[in-house]
C-alpha cells in the first residue's frame, strides 16, 4: 500500500494518548513514543492481544491496534511494514533508497578474493538487506565463494533463509522456517557465526532469530573456512547459476559474531559504530609464531628458539612489541601459555591490562575493546610471578569488514567504506532510484599500464574530474581516450610522482549510451615509466 504525503502526516501520532485521542480507526498506524508500528483490527474480531495494543473507542465501536508483524520497538518502519533503509525523503518511504536490482538471468555483483570477508578461522557475520523477487523452484544467493572449501547463504528453493559453510573436510548448515518467497517485500538478513557454540550458526530475518528447521552444530567445522576464488553477489561461486531475482540495498560482512542487539540495530538500518570502521583479517602481530625473536622482552625472559616461544622463571614482567593500537578499536587477542608451573598471566594492550587474567596451559583468545592507550604496544604480561612459556602470539582488528550501503551505489561499482576497499564490480546489476544529480564515483587500484574501462561513464553522467594518486614515485605521462589507443579526451598529462594530480574534465559523453574509456602511454612523448596509480572518477547525472 503507497500513502501520498498528507496520509503519512494522519498516520503518525506522537504518543499513545494523542492515537487515543484520534478516535478513529485506520488502516495503519505509527507511534513515535514506542517506535512502532501497528495494524488495526475491528472489536470482536481474531486479534493477539498485546501490551502495546491501544484501545480506540467511537466512529462505530472499538477498535484495537496490534504491532504489526515485522515491525518492533525501536525499528525505524517505511509506513508499508518494511524497515526504513538510509531514508532522506518523502519518496523513499515506498522505494526503501537506493538499490541494486537483480534480474534474476545473469546480475551479479562481484567482489575479488580476499581474506577481509571469509571467516577463516574466526567468528562472522552478515547483514543483507533484500527484497526477494525469486525463488522459481531454484536458491536465490545472497553470497556464495567455493573453491576449496564454501561459504554461502541464500533464499533456499521453497524461499526459507539458508546458510552453508565447509572447511573442505567439514560442513554445517542452518537453515530457517519463515517463508518469504517472492514476496516482494525488502527483508532484513543476518546470518551470524560463533565459532565456540554448539548452536553458534543462527539466522535472523527482521532482526528477530528464526525458528530452524535445520542448525546443525558449528564447531564440528574446526579447521579455516577458507574458500578461494571471487566472491559473488547474486549468483552460486562460480557466476553460472542460482541466480539472485530482486534487489538488494544494504551488504555488511563482520569477523566477529554480532549480538543479537546488534543484529536488530543494524537491521533496522544503524550506522557502523566508530570501534567497528577499519577491521581486517591482516595479523598485526610480526611473526606471532615465535619462530624468530620478534618481541622485546623484560627481566626474567628468554626466547628460545629451539621450542619456538618465550620461556619465563619466576618473574612479573612481561614480552612486548609495537603493533600501533588505536583507541575506540576492537582488537581479537590470543595467545599460547605452554609449560605452565605457578602465578598468573593475561593480556596487556595499550599500557592497560585487560581481559580474563589465566594460570594454565592453553590456547586463550579475549575481543578487548581499547578504551585507553598509554603506548601503542601488546604485552603478553606475568602479573604475577610467572613460570611458564609463551607463544602463537596473534592480534587482529574486529569489526566491519565489508561496508556496502546505499550512498556507494553506483553503475560500475558497489563502493565499500569499511576502509578495506573491496569494492563490488556490478556485473549486470542496475542500481535503482538514484537522485536526479546523483553523484558517483569509481575507484582503481595500483594501475601500471594501459587500461581500457568497458562502459565506465554510464549515459546522462558528466565526467567531472580524474584524481591519480602516484604510489611508486614515478612520473608518467598519459593520454586518455574514447577507444583503444586514443587520446581524444587528454594527451600528455603529467602525472606527479608520489603525489595527487587532479585533471578536471567536465565532459557528458551521450544521453544514452555509456561511454568506455583508455587510459594509455599510445602518443609520443607519453610513457607510464614505472608508475604505479590509484585513480578515482569523479561523475555527476546531468538532468537535460
Known amino acids: ?11 503518525v501520532f506522537a504518543t499513545i494518548t494523542e492515537a487515543k485521542a484520534a478516535g478513529r480507526p485506520n488502516e495503519v498506524c505509527y507511534i513515535e513514543e514506542t517506535k512502532t508500528f501497528y495494524d488495526y483490527v475491528i472489536a470482536g474480531s481474531a486479534y493477539t492481544a498485546n501490551d502495546l495494543s491501544i484501545l480506540i473507542t467511537g466512529n462505530g465501536g472499538d477498535t484495537r491496534w496490534r504491532a504489526r ?14 524497515y526504513a533503509v538510509g531514508l532522506q525523503n518523502i519518496p523513499d518511504l515506498n522505494a526503501n533508497g537506493q538499490g541494486y536490482y537483480f534480474d534474476g538471468i545473469d546480475n551479479i555483483i562481484n567482489i575479488d578474493a580476499n581474506a577481509d570477508i ?37 533464499f533456499h528453493a521453497s524461499g526459507i533463509l539458508n546458510a552453508y559453510f ?22 532484513n538478513i543476518a546470518v551470524t557465526m560463533d565459532r ?6 543462527k539466522l535472523f530475518l527482521g532482526g528477530i532469530e528464526e525458528t530452524y528447521g535445520i542448525q546443525q552444530d558449528l564447531t564440528d567445522v574446526s579447521n579455516s573456512i577458507n574458500p578461494t576464488g571471487i566472491r559473488r553477489i547474486g549468483s552460486n561461486y562460480s557466476g553460472s547459476g542460482a541466480w539472485f531475482s530482486g534487489d538488494m540495498s544494504r551488504y555488511l560482512i563482520f569477523n566477529l559474531a554480532l549480538t543479537e542487539t546488534e543484529v536488530k540495530a543494524f537491521s533496522s538500518g544503524a550506522p ?12 598485526m602481530v610480526t611473526d606471532g609464531d615465535c619462530s624468530t625473536d620478534s618481541f622485546l622482552v623484560g627481566a626474567g625472559w628468554v626466547y628460545d628458539g629451539v621450542n619456538n616461544e618465550y620461556d619465563c622463571t619466576a618473574d612479573t614482567k612481561n614480552i612486548y612489541q609495537d603493533i600501533g593500537i588505536e583507541v575506540g578499536k576492537v582488537y581479537r587477542v590470543s595467545f599460547e601459555v605452554k609449560n605452565y608451573s605457578i602465578g598468573t598471566i593475561g593480556i596487556n594492550v595499550g599500557g592497560v591490562v585487560t581481559g580474563t587474567i589465566r594460570s594454565g596451559d592453553g590456547v586463550f583468545t579475549e575481543e578487548i575493546f ?60 542496475l542500481p535503482t532510484n538514484l537522485n536526479t ?80 574509456l583508455d587510459l594509455n602511454d599510445d602518443q609520443i612523448g607519453s610513457s607510464w615509466n614505472s608508475a604505479s596509480i590509484d585513480i578515482t572518477l569523479i561523475m555527476e547525472r546531468i538532468q537535460l
Request: charged share 20%; with cysteine; glycine share 10%.
Open 437 to 516: 544529480n546523483h553523484k558517483e564515483k569509481v575507484i582503481k587500484k595500483t594501475i601500471t599500464g594501459d587500461t581500457l574501462w568497458t562502459d565506465i561513464i554510464p549515459a546522462g553522467y558528466v565526467l567531472k574530474y580524474m584524481i591519480f594518486k602516484e604510489t611508486a614515485g614515478n612520473e608518467a605521462i598519459l593520454d586518455l581516450g574514447t577507444s583503444d589507443g586514443n587520446n581524444d579526451i587528454f594527451t600528455g598529462a603529467t602525472i606527479t610522482a608520489s603525489d595527487i594530480t587532479i585533471i578536471d574534465i567536465q565532459k557528458m559523453f551521450s544521453t544514452d549510451t555509456a561511454q568506455t
Open 69 to 82: 508483524a515485522g515491525s518492533y520497538i525501536e525499528d525505524d518502519v517505511d509506513f508499508t511494514g518494511n
Open 370 to 429: 581499547v578504551s585507553e592507550a598509554v603506548t601503542s604496544l601488546i604485552y603478553i604480561d606475568a602479573l604475577t610471578t610467572f613460570t611458564g612459556s609463551v607463544t602463537n602470539i596473534s592480534c587482529t582488528q574486529i569489526g566491519c569488514v565489508l561496508q556496502l550501503e546505499q550512498p556507494g551505489i553506483g553503475h560500475n561499482q558497489w563502493l565499500d567504506n569499511s576502509g578495506n576497499e573491496l569494492h563490488g564490480t556490478a556485473d549486470g546489476a
Open 272 to 283: 557502523i559504530p566508530y570501534k567497528y570502521l577499519g577491521a581486517s583479517q591482516d595479523e
Open 166 to 187: 565447509s572447511d573442505d573436510t567439514n560442513t554445517v548448515s542452518v537453515q530457517g522456517t519463515t517463508a518469504v518467497t517472492a514476496d516482494n517485500k525488502y527483508h
Open 118 to 154: 571469509i571467516p577463516g578461522f574466526f567468528d562472522w557475520s552478515l547483514i543483507v538487506s533484500a527484497r526477494n523477487s525469486g525463488n522459481v523452484g531454484v536458491d536465490n544467493m545472497i553470497f556464495d565463494c567455493g573453491t576449496a572449501g564454501r561459504a554461502l547463504i541464500s
Open 1 to 11: 500500500m503507497a500513502f501520498n504525503q498528507k496520509q503519512i502526516k494522519d498516520l
Open 196 to 201: 565456540d557454540s554448539i548452536t553458534g550458526l
